[in-house]
């Protein structure tokens, strides 16, 4: 069973950093592509960050330069380094992972989700 938990959500100011953790099943990081997803208030899930097995990385043009993401194999976990937050950055993060096999991530309808962790940034 694939168990994914996310942490280290909370508040910030604007310009400030934060880091998020997704704590995963073993052996997911090495077999399954990996994502952070977040959805602000009052719209609509957005994939912004994804990762291979590989450690390779992809971002959002909103978050390029600003997130970092990557994969702590021993402690099977992924994270995501923020810095220079804006407020537009307030949403609710989640971590997703696509096991259908390739080592990268594609949005599916049958991925493997954690329940998510805020983030709120003020002005």
């Known amino acids: 069973q694939v168990r994914l938990v996310e942490s280290g959500g909370g508040s910030v100011q604007a310009g400030g950093s934060l880091k998020l953790s997704c704590a995963a099943s073993?052996?997911?990081?090495?077999?399954?592509?990996m994502a952070w997803y977040r959805q602000p208030p009052g719209k609509e899930r957005e994939l912004f960050a994804s990762?291979?097995?590989?450690?390779?990385?992809n971002y959002a043009g909103s978050v390029k330069g600003r997130f970092t993401v990557s994969q702590d194999t021993v402690k099977n976990t992924l994270n995501l380094q923020m810095s220079s937050l804006e407020t537009d950055d307030t949403a609710v993060y989640f971590c997703a992972a696509d096991c259908h096999g390739g080592g990268y991530y594609v949005h599916r309808s049958d991925n493997y989700w954690g329940q998510g962790t805020q983030v709120t940034v003020s002005s």
């Open positions: 990762i291979t097995t590989h450690g390779s990385a």
């Open positions: 073993k052996y997911i990081l090495s077999s399954c592509g």
